[in-house]
Nanobody, 118 residues
């Protein structure tokens, strides 16, 4: 079972990045997918979430209107499109897949660094 994030990097303020989260070893379409981030010295925070079929999404207030979460269940992959990036978006971004069937099952990726700086 594995979640692998990619697409992070260094970008200037106002720029865009698209993160990907590739799932393997399990059927991601049975899981809610979420993106979290953790900046140095801060707690991990939830950025965005998408339900199993992609019909419902939710965002943290800090990223609403700038970030878009999506998924392609045929590819077992989730995405986070980030636009109008700000220096305060700098963090390690983590992909999470969660399912509740009487107990919670959580899978995490290793994280990908996003740095917004001029």
């Amino acid at each position: 079972v594995q979640l692998v994030e990619s697409g992070g990097g260094l970008v200037q303020p106002g720029g865009s990045l698209r993160l990907s989260c590739a799932a393997s070893g399990f059927t991601a379409s049975s899981y809610t997918m979420r993106w979290y981030r953790q900046a140095p010295g801060k707690e991990r925070e939830l950025v965005a979430a998408i339900d199993r079929d992609g019909g419902n999404t939710d965002y943290a207030d800090l990223v609403k209107g700038r970030f878009t979460i999506s998924r392609d269940n045929a590819k077992n992959t989730g995405y986070l499109q980030m636009t109008s990036l700000k220096p305060e978006d700098t963090a390690v971004y983590y992909c999470n897949a969660v399912q509740y069937t009487g107990r919670f099952v959580n899978y995490w990726g290793q994280g990908t660094q996003v740095t917004v700086s001029s």
